[in-house]
């Protein structure tokens, strides 16, 4: 040994002289696991929440569209990705199941109806 120092205490010293490879990746798999938390789970539930809303669509549902639309379910067959929706007295079109954003609450009476 060029030093003088037998091969164990090398070892030894060369172990002691720096932190371990755990202690620097413990705070890398913190904020892996804080951004999953705080994230990806949280996102990864909203859109299941979405896809069930959207496969229990049924008739005389009020909805709002992606693209603003409100309207009214005429006709939702499961399986199929279309639905008729009613826009109007004597109005319908047919959008894309997933451009369903929410369903609103029919609870509460239509500006409409408060009016009357």
């Given at each position: ?12 010293l ?16 913190m904020i892996g ?10 996102e ?19 909805v ?6 409100l309207g ?19 109005t319908?079109?047919?959008?894309l199941?997933?451009?369903i ?11 409409e109806?408060?009016?009357?």
């Amino acid at each position: 040994m060029p030093n003088g120092l037998p091969f164990i205490e090398c070892i030894v010293l060369a172990a002691n002289q720096g932190p371990d490879i755990f202690s620097l990746m413990m705070p890398i798999v913190m904020i892996g696991v804080l951004f999953y938390l705080l994230i990806v789970r949280p996102e990864k539930r909203k859109q299941s929440d979405v896809a069930k809303m959207q496969a229990n669509l049924k008739k005389n549902d009020h909805v709002v569209t992606a693209g603003g639309i409100l309207g009214v379910v005429v006709n939702a067959p499961q399986g199929l990705s279309e639905i008729t929706l009613r826009v109007d007295d004597n109005t319908r079109i047919r959008v894309l199941r997933s451009s369903i954003l929410r369903v609103m609450s029919t609870d509460k009476p239509s500006d409409e109806e408060r009016e009357a």
